[in-house]
């Protein structure tokens, strides 16, 4: 109303002038009132535009406001961690570049120390912020703790296993790469390749022996049968023994749980006769030719990321690969985790997800589930 009074104003001033002006004052009288026009003109467009913008960016902040965020929950003060937690970051960080946008949830960061109560308040911290969605947290500790702590009412996708102290949650899922669920994938592999009688072979350390214990309740679950078990303690003077050791036992198929290391002892005196398996701790990366020629043969399984390092796509997350396959895995552990988060935030269900960690879907108990894809070492394919 006041640029309305204004202009009013102006005119009728312009117009008395115009009565008064003589017929030579006429084309400096035009020029006048044009301007005094073009300057109402101007003062009301400045408050329209003030207007607009004012309006335009209190939608902004409205829009933000219930947009939410995906929160990345890590250790990243804890130094023991550092490695896991930098290439999960990338990771997350990646897929978010590639898959984000439009409505997408945008990402912030939580770091924590390895503490359990620290992870707790950073979980609440960024749920009353307004988290969507969680990613995390990284340790079985830390996932059973905020668990038996903290009533999750938002999706929260833990980067380890539950195991049988785990208090069960609707949004809690479990999405990582233990060595546990791969060696129960093994065993249901050899299961439909058709093998009857196995043996597992393992070694002594802590990471064999789960190794092994999980390949022997999957199993006895798909087949009802008993595995033989042989444990070698020292690799390299206890491989001499071991071909009398099998030529005792009527198996089809060897199972190793173990690492590279150990198993590049044992191979050479197990022949051809049997099919040989066991998990992608045989392939720690970049294996010089003759290490790959003990290994020549071992039937494994692994992610498509290390599978098929040249598939169509995988160029857009702009990665130097490294020389470590576990670095490797923990960075397309942290794209498929910003993946799924950004599937469950949205209320989507996990029903088949093509990931860089293999086919994806959600089994029982809210544990995500990889359909992973079958190398052999040695093989001039690129299964290396």
Known sequence: MHVKNLLGSQIKTVDAAATLAKAAAIKSFDAAR????????????????????????AEEEVTAAKTGYIALLLPGHA????????QIRAGVLAAERVHGGGDSPPLRMFDTSDKEEDVQAQYQKAVDGGAVAVIGPLTK??????????????????LNGFDATTLPQGKLYSFGLGVEADAAATAQLMKLDGLQQVVVLQTGDSIAQRLAQSFVAAWRGHTGGEPVMITIANPRRDAVQLKAQLAEVSADAVFLAMDAKAARAIRPFLGNERAIYATSQINPGRLP????????????????????????????YDRVRSSSNDLERLFALGLDAWRIAAILSAGGQLERLDGVTGILSLGT????????????????DGSR
Do not use: C
């Not at 790959?292 to 995988?314: H, S, V």
């Open 34 to 57: 044009f301007v005094a026009r073009l300057a109402g003109m101007s003062a009301l467009l400045y408050v329209s535009l003030g207007v607009t913008a004012t309006v335009a960016h």
């Open 79 to 86: 130094k023991a961690f550092k490695p896991a937690v930098d």
């Open 141 to 158: 500790s830390a996932l059973n703790f905020l668990a038996d702590s903290t009533d999750l009412t938002v999706p929260v996708i833990a």
């Open 289 to 316: 030719a003759t290490t790959l020629i003990d290994l020549a043969g071992i039937k494994y399984l692994d992610m498509p990321w290390l599978a098929n390092p040249t598939q169509e796509g995988y160029e857009l």
């Open 365 to 380: 108990d809210n544990i995500v589930q990889r359909d992973m894809q079958l190398r052999t070492m040695g093989q001039p």
